[in-house]
Nanobody, 122 residues
Framework: QVHLVESGGGLVQAGDSLRLSCAGSGRTFSSYAMGWFRQAPGKEREFVAF????????YYADSVKGRFTISRDNVKNAVYLQMNSLKPEDTAVYYCAANRVLTTRDTRYDYWGQGTQVTVSS
């Protein structure tokens, strides 16, 4: 089992940067692929990025490609989402999730954090 806790959200202005962190518990953290998802008010949860167990493979939604970077530190049991050039449309609750396979489908993820709010003002 993996317990996930996100942090790092906040209120920023358009063009600013934020770094989200997701702390994982358990000795098997490094065996899980990790994903970031987000959900804006009134919208469905959407895929943002995922990273493989080793960190060697990453994949991004088109809407964040070139602006966001996902990374992980398996020694610290953590995964990160560096968000640059933020836009008002990036406003959402951001969730990290753990899964045994690389996928953009949220229904395939086994473990979820509680989420952290990111608000980008124009």
């Amino acid at each position: 089992q993996v317990h996930l806790v996100e942090s790092g959200g906040g209120l920023v202005q358009a063009g600013d940067s934020l770094r989200l962190s997701c702390a994982g518990s358990g000795r098997t953290f490094s065996s899980y692929a990790m994903g970031w998802f987000r959900q804006a008010p009134g919208k469905e949860r959407e895929f943002v990025a995922f990273i493989s167990t080793s960190g060697g493979s990453t994949y991004y939604a088109d809407s964040v490609k070139g602006r966001f970077t996902i990374s992980r530190d398996n020694v610290k049991n953590a995964v990160y989402l560096q968000m640059n050039s933020l836009k008002p449309e990036d406003t959402a609750v951001y969730y990290c999730a753990a899964n045994r396979v690389l996928t953009t489908r949220d229904t395939r993820y086994d473990y979820w954090g509680q989420g952290t709010q990111v608000t980008v003002s124009s």
